[in-house]
């Protein structure tokens, strides 16, 4: 098997043998502009591509030494490893944090652990997840009648309360109708205090991707007003849910749960086999987790809980990982204490 990076002309073979939006051609030029170093490396039989994967490289702070990161690729094997091992060794990085594409079904037999074994056999070792550990995923090759009884009574109820309220859901996939998800995002990040990327950043992602077809923006209305604003991903068979914003306006009208409803209906008109509502909390939830409430709202519209792999750290270079660890341990200590403080 040859192993060698992807050539430009390769861009429309390439796309079709990796399998997560994170690992499309059009998202490695989006995050190529920025800033970040992005590789793609095939893996060839008698010519003809089999497998493929693109990594991003971020510099470390004050370590000054780049990490990579391989988010959603295939199963790990030995061929992946050594080509990761090679690349890291030429970008001189600390390590290459991997978080595979690989997810079973929450409660089957699992083959996670002995994948993590085979891992840290490889000097891989568990490292601090990017990505949740589970993820919630709902089979639209079902009736909608079959999509709909599926549904928790509570979620129905709302769905229901928000088509007769009069909320209406648009797709507005234009730079305008991201403008609207910012302004929109803004109101949402400042009143839960959670991380958001900042404007640039949405907006050189819909300048590198809004003709792709990848990416779909969609907004429910009310009296001639938008109460949310959600973007989406569409890529191979699947339906993604990666980003949403809601204003705390008109709460009572439910129109968030209507928007979810008519994503699921979306997917299905288009063809697609799945939607992944991109992360969830596990199968015996913390009531106090601060994702609890979104947890619960994703899991009353009937999909599947997953498990995916875990995250794990190629290390790279064994002198100065141990020390990123312990400096990445302390930053993370002293920003939840930063949180927990008083304003």
């Given amino acids: 098997m040859l192993t060698r990076p992807i050539r430009l002309e390769e861009k429309q073979l390439y796309n079709q043998v990796v399998d997560h939006p994170l690992q499309s051609w059009e998202w490695g030029e989006f995050r190529h502009r920025t800033g970040v170093q992005v590789e793609r490396i095939g893996f060839f039989d008698g010519g003809r591509l089999l497998r493929a994967y693109q990594v991003t490289f971020h510099q470390v702070p004050l370590i000054n030494k780049p990490a990579g990161y391989l988010p959603k690729a295939f199963m790990p094997d030995e061929a992946q490893l050594q080509s990761l091992r090679e690349l890291g060794s030429r970008h001189d990085a600390l390590f290459i944090k991997l978080e595979p594409n690989v997810a079973i079904k929450s409660g089957t037999p699992s083959a996670h652990r002995q994948i993590g074994r085979f891992l840290v056999e490889q000097g891989a070792r568990p490292g601090r997840p990017l990505f949740t550990r589970h993820t919630l995923v709902i089979d639209l090759t079902q009736t909608e009648q079959e999509l709909f009884a599926k549904l928790s009574a509570k979620t129905r109820y709302n769905i229901r309360l928000a088509i ?55 907004q429910a209305m009310y009296q001639g007003k ?92 064994q002198r100065l990982y141990p020390l990123f660890r312990l400096a990445d341990t302390a930053r993370w200590k002293w920003l939840r204490l930063k949180a927990s403080l008083p304003l």
Avoid at 164 to 175: F, R, W
Avoid at 292 to 298: A, I, L, S
């Fill in 164 to 218: 007769k309220k009069g909320v209406e859901i648009y797709e507005n996939s234009t730079a305008a109708g991201l403008e609207t998800y910012l302004d929109i995002l803004a109101a949402t990040t400042q009143r839960q205090g959670f991380y958001a990327h900042s404007p640039e950043y949405f907006r050189t992602m819909w300048q590198t991707l809004g003709t792709s077809g990848m990416i779909k923006i969609f």
């Fill in 226 to 317: 938008v109460l949310s604003s959600w973007i989406l991903f569409v890529f191979g068979n699947t339906l993604y849910y990666p980003y949403g914003a809601s204003i705390r306006e008109h709460r009572e009208v439910m129109a968030n749960n209507l928007l979810m409803w008519e994503m699921v209906r979306y997917g299905k008109r288009q063809g697609l086999a799945r939607f992944d509502l991109w992360g969830s909390l596990g199968e015996e939830p913390n009531k106090r987790d601060p994702w609890y409430g979104f947890h619960r709202f994703k899991k009353g519209y009937g999909g599947d809980l997953y498990e995916l792999v875990g995250s794990y750290d190629l290390v790279i270079n």
